[in-house]
């Protein structure tokens, strides 16, 4: 956190905003990456359609896989997910390699072609991260990152709309913006059950 706060510090004494990036198109900016295929990615080749992107990393045991849950929830639940990008980015490039990504991604049962894990340097990483307002720290003694879980909804000419902080946080307002998907008779029935 104390990176985050150089940075901040840095900006002000600049005259730039970190949150005026925020209102801008995080497409303009020139981030490269690599996808779980090892294809180089830029989080411009979304736009023109909704993206729905957290950073998480695949060998954390708490927070990471509560967050991959509550995307697969927002997947099942809005109107049409073939028509967003979900984006992952992992706070951890150096252990999670593309072919790592590859098998987070098989693990969790999310093969469509909308899902992209991503994997940068650590300054792009660094970037994003604050672009997005998420913070991190890597514990060199266990490996392990402490950070922030957020996941938010970029609209289609990559601003940040919707920003879920939390583990706690309610996936209404991403769905309030990307339309509820209509559940048939047997699909009620069986989530009154599970409930």
Known sequence: MIIKKI????????????????????????????????????LSQYQG????????????QSACPLIMQKLRKIESEIAEPKNVEFVVVTFDPSVDTPKALLKHKKAYQVEDSYWHFLNGTEETTRKLSLLLDIGYQKNNETGHFVHDNK?????????????????????????????????????????????
């Open 7 to 42: 940075l901040v510090l840095l900006c002000l004494v600049l005259g730039v905003s970190i949150s005026s990036f925020a209102q801008d198109s995080l497409y303009t900016i020139p981030l490269q990456w690599r996808d779980e295929t090892g294809t180089p990615a830029r």
């Open 49 to 60: 359609r909704p993206v729905i992107i957290t950073m998480t990393y695949t060998t954390c």
């Open 151 to 195: 996941i938010l909804l970029l609209d289609a000419e990559g601003k940040i709309t919707v920003t879920l902080d939390g583990l706690d946080a309610q996936i209404e307002p991403i769905l309030n913006v990307l339309g509820k998907r209509t559940l048939s008779f047997f699909e009620k029935v069986k989530r009154f059950i599970l409930r």
